[in-house]
């Protein structure tokens, strides 16, 4: 039920942009009078013309559209607000320029006022004002308007009208409308113009497509209304209608516009909802239902807090409300407990509530722990090892460094290097050191992979070591060379112990050629005296000589052993 307010003659102060087609100024008390707020109003232009009825609009939009710079027009209307109350308004605009910006600025202030017969006047009340906003209507720059009797020829049409579909006055006046209709679509046009006939005072709308002379198609929307003379009869039939192929065009390219945006909203893998000021559902997608494990036909009119409770209390809900109640996006990364998931999650507030999208980043999050648990273990087994591991980039620089390395390199400086500098060249070496190793790392930039035995510095005490380094190339994706990594690998204890065998098998071929030619000989001797001695006759007087030369062998026997072990232990 529609109800009358009482009147707060409050004005109201409104400034439009015309080229902007925006308003630069809304006073704070519109939503006294027209019941919409400032914010409704600043971002739907439309709101204030969806109050006022349509049967009038358009008349109110002609003499607005029509307005000449510098003058005014004070207009009376009732407005239905949208909180169901009828209201009266006056409305004086006037029509201004921006010296700053050249745009024409329509400046408007309105009141609520006491109820009266609606009516549409300009501030001057004068016949010669009068007859000049009725000739700006008949000839708008927009607006189509006919004539045409009841016999449906054209008895008037306005400039406007002509010149959109080409034609000359006395090409149409006189003739049947069905001239300037598609005979596909004539019957649309006997229907109302019927309609029209039928029921006086009746505002009757047709949508219909209209050639030009040229066979261009113009879709046209008018309100058709019959006119009665004195006695009550109908005589003519007045049109107001629009060329709306534009209109039209962009409503469809929107449509399709709307359609491409559902598509892509249902086929994001990212979880999309949009709530209401009372946190109710308005849209969810697939992805959403699918998370969350609820159709959409459960979702769609419910409180957020009523169907997920487990959000109270959590990162989610602080963010929806400060997005809320700043009106300013919201963007975090959290995880959810319940749903064991990680979320990367923005929200966008408006006027009308919240648009969330959540992605789902579990398996990144998990995967950066796995690459997080790899690299300090890797980290860890690069660190534990004596072994020195460093990387240069295409210009020498140090990339990366184990401690082992680092410390090696304090020991030989003094100085501990740091990622960025330039191997060797900042740490006090001489110029043949750094040419050296701009030698060895050139050659893996040019793609070779060598190993080398060098000799360094490995304490504080200067001692020399022994290296074993490998050269290799890094290569980038692209398999371009970007960089050198080096491994060296202390051989200092494997060079001795072969140091060691070498003396040892040098010692054994001395003993294996004592053996064969020191210690044959008196053997030999032994040998042969043994074969001598007279076994039948033990009292033999030779064989106490031969025992004596026996006992001379031995002692060349002995000495040769001392020999030979003298060189095992002494390698002399």
């Known amino acids: 039920m529609l109800n009358h307010t009482t009147i707060n003659a409050v004005d109201c102060v409104l400034a439009y942009d015309t080229h902007e087609q925006k308003y630069l100024f809304i006073g704070p008390g519109i939503d006294t009078i027209l019941g919409i707020t400032a914010q409704e109003l600043y971002q739907n232009n439309d709101a204030w013309d969806q109050l006022i009825p349509k049967k009038h609009l358009a008349g109110i939009k002609s003499l607005v559209n029509n307005l000449a710079e510098n003058n005014s027009i004070e207009l009376s209307y009732q407005i239905t607000t949208p909180q169901q109350i009828i209201k009266s308004i006056t409305d004086k605009k006037s029509l201004i320029t921006d010296e700053a910006t050249g745009h024409k600025i329509l400046l408007s202030t309105i009141k609520e006022t006491p109820a009266k017969p609606i009516c549409i006047t300009a501030a001057s ?57 598609l005979p596909e679509e004539s019957h649309l046009c006997e229907t109302a113009f019927m309609e029209c006939l039928n029921n006086p005072g009746k505002v009757v709308r047709l949508l219909h497509k209209k ?34 192929t534009e209109k039209i065009k962009i409503e469809a390219e929107i449509r399709d516009t709307a359609q491409k945006l559902d598509t892509f909203i249902e086929s994001i893998t990212d979880s999309f909802f949009i709530i209401d000021n009372e946190w109710r559902f308005v849209r969810v997608n697939a992805a959403f239902e699918k998370v969350w494990g609820k159709p959409r036909a459960q979702l769609l009119g419910k409180t957020i807090w009523d169907l997920f409770p487990e959000l109270i209390n959590t990162p989610f809900e602080t963010a929806y409300r400060e997005a ?78 184990n401690n082992a390395y680092i410390a090696q390199i304090k020991a030989m400086t003094g100085v501990y290097p ?39 510095v490995d304490d504080e005490a200067k001692n020399p070591a022994f290296y074993e380094v490998n050269f290799n190339p890094i290569f980038a994706s692209n398999g371009e060379i970007k960089g050198v990594g ?54 033999n007087p030779e064989n106490k000589q031969i025992i004596d030369y026996l006992q001379i062998v031995s002692t060349e026997i002995d000495d040769v052993i001392r020999l030979i072990v003298d060189h095992t232990f002494t390698g002399k």
């Open 211 to 244: 050639p030009d002379v040229h066979g261009n198609l113009h879709d046209t929307e008018w309100e058709l209304i019959s006119i009665v003379n004195e006695t009550g009869q109908v005589c003519e039939i007045q049109g107001i209608g629009h060329d709306v």
């Open 125 to 181: 009340t004068g016949a010669e004002h009068s007859q000049q906003f009725l000739n700006s209507l008949i000839d708008s720059q927009t607006s189509f308007l006919i004539r045409i009797n009841t016999d449906g020829n054209y008895t008037f049409v306005n400039k406007q009208y002509l010149k959109t579909l080409g034609y000359k006055a006395k090409d149409v006046l006189g003739q049947h409308f069905s001239i300037t209709s």
């Open 324 to 401: 809320r109640t700043k009106q300013e996006s919201v963007k975090f990364m959290v995880h959810f407990a319940p749903l064991n998931k990680w979320f990367r999650t923005a929200v966008y507030p408006s006027a009308k509530g919240l648009t969330v999208f959540a992605k789902n980043v579990t398996y990144e999050m998990r995967a950066q722990e796995d690459a997080l648990w790899t690299k300090n273990n890797l980290e860890a087994l690069i660190n534990n090892t004596n072994d020195k591991i460093w990387s240069v980039d295409t210009e020498s620089r140090y990339v990366y460094m």
């Open 486 to 539: 080096c491994f060296a690998h202390d051989i200092s204890e494997r060079l001795k112990i072969e140091q060691e065998l070498l003396s040892q098998n040098k010692r054994m071929r001395n003993i294996a050629s004592l053996s064969s030619h020191e210690l044959r000989r008196p053997v030999a001797s032994m040998l042969g005296l043994i074969n001598i001695i007279d076994r039948e006759n033990p009292n």
């Open 418 to 456: 740091q990622k960025g500098e330039y191997s060797y060249k900042d740490m006090g070496f001489p110029q043949e050191v750094i040419d050296e190793w701009s030698a060895y790392y050139q050659r893996a930039l040019n793609g070779e992979n060598y190993t080398l035995v060098l000799e360094s």
